[in-house]
Every structure is written in structure tokens, then in C-alpha cells.
């Protein structure tokens, strides 16, 4: 079957850099894709991998190992909007989205 | 800037109940999805369309229909709402049906009670 793992909560201090990792095996791989979602919103676009290696997008980075299985999100210099789940997602051979169940990330002063 | 619109934020609805979630999304995508989250799981699939008219299953189409009139509305329809049917309910559009990368964009979701 196909699964996407990534752990459910982590917490981090406002300033620090956090990881949070996910894990995949799924039928085909079109890609991989991060999303933001704050507490009673709609998920919104972060990052899409597709490549090996990482992506740079300002205080956000995505890395992903296909060989692996293996995606991770970075957060630098992270502040108190920050708080939110992180969903991975990956688009597997019939185009169709396997999400995992979110990372919540808890952000203290 | 694309924008996907639910009909409710908020629905409270009675057990044996139809129930219509309406979304509209305003820049001409081809594909819409309906999905539901619930806590401790990843977003789950319902039904998906491809155009007008057209519709698939998803992962948990039981219990739910579709409907997909016009390109831009995509509406979810519950034909006898059960209490396990309490749940987020959101809807997303991409533009292009087989291409990786395509960003799905969502709407605000509508947050569902059966009592």
C-alpha cells in the first residue's frame, strides 16, 4: 500500500531551526510537495521536489532523496507565525495526492 | 491570485439529512477534488473531476455523490448524513490534469456536524 510518515508534533523555540522529516513508499513518483496549514485554514503551497537535492526558498528549504524515501522540510529563523501543521504530500504515478497526516509544529518564545 | 470558494464555513446538520457542499473556483482549472480531514489523518480523497460532468472516485467515495455541472463549481453531495460523517471538508483545484507540479489550491473549508 502506499504511506506517507512524518511525525505527528515537534516543538521548536522561536530563533531555532527545525526539521521536520517525512518518509514515503508509494506507486510512482511524480513529485513531492510541502504544505502549510494554520489551525482552521486550507493547506497552502510551500515547496515541490521533484529532483534530488535541496530547494531554497527564503527561511524555507525542502530536500528530498528518492533513493531514500525521503523528504525533509527545514524552517530557519523561525517566529511565532510559523506555528502551524505541515503536510507532505506525494503525487504518485496516476498524478493523484498521498498525504500524510501532518507534522503540528509548536513554536515557544 | 486563484480563489476557491466554499459555500460554508460552518454546517450543522441532523442524522438521515442531504447535505450540499458547493465550491467555485475562479481561474478555469480543469481538475477539482473533494477531500476530508479528520484529526490524526492525512486528507482523504473523495471525488475528483477531471471536466465538466466528468467524475471519479476517490479513496472514500461511500456515502457521498458529486456533481460538476460547470467547469468553474464542483459540489459534494452527502444523500443521508451520518454522524461519521463530521469532518472538514475541503476543496481544491489544480489546472491541468496530468502534469506533476501543479500546485493544488484550496478552498477555506467547511467544517461539518451531523448530530
Known amino acids: 500500500g502506499q504511506n506517507i510518515d512524518q511525525p505527528t508534533e515537534m516543538t521548536a523555540t522561536e530563533g531555532a531551526i527545525v526539521q521536520i522529516n517525512c518518509t514515503y513508499q508509494t506507486s510512482g513518483f511524480n513529485g513531492l510537495f510541502w504544505y502549510q496549514q494554520h489551525a482552521g485554514e486550507a493547506p497552502t503551497f510551500l515547496s515541490y521536489?521533484?529532483l534530488d537535492g535541496l530547494e531554497e526558498k527564503g527561511r524555507f528549504s525542502s530536500f528530498l532523496s528518492r533513493s531514500k524515501g525521503y523528504s525533509y522540510l527545514l524552517l530557519k529563523e523561525l517566529q511565532m507565525k510559523d506555528s502551524a501543521s505541515y503536510l507532505c504530500a506525494v503525487m504518485d504515478s496516476n498524478y493523484q495526492l498521498i498525504w500524510g497526516a501532518g507534522t503540528k509544529l509548536i513554536i515557544k518564545p | 491570485d486563484v480563489k476557491v470558494t466554499q459555500s460554508s464555513r460552518y454546517l450543522v446538520k441532523r442524522t438521515g439529512e442531504k447535505v450540499f457542499l458547493e465550491c467555485v473556483q475562479d481561474m478555469d482549472h480543469e481538475n477539482m477534488f473533494w477531500y476530508r480531514q479528520d484529526p490524526g489523518l492525512g486528507l482523504r480523497l473523495i471525488y475528483f473531476s477531471y471536466d465538466v460532468k466528468m467524475k471519479e472516485k476517490g479513496d472514500i467515495p461511500e456515502g457521498y455523490s458529486v456533481s460538476r455541472e460547470k467547469k468553474e463549481r464542483f459540489s459534494l453531495i452527502l444523500e443521508s448524513a451520518s454522524t461519521n460523517q463530521t469532518s472538514m471538508y475541503l476543496c481544491?483545484?489544480?489546472?491541468?490534469?496530468?502534469?506533476?507540479?501543479?500546485?493544488?489550491?484550496f478552498g477555506p473549508g467547511t467544517r461539518l456536524l451531523v448530530l
Open positions: 521536489n521533484v
Open positions: 481544491a483545484s489544480t489546472l491541468s490534469p496530468d502534469r506533476g507540479g501543479e500546485t493544488q489550491y
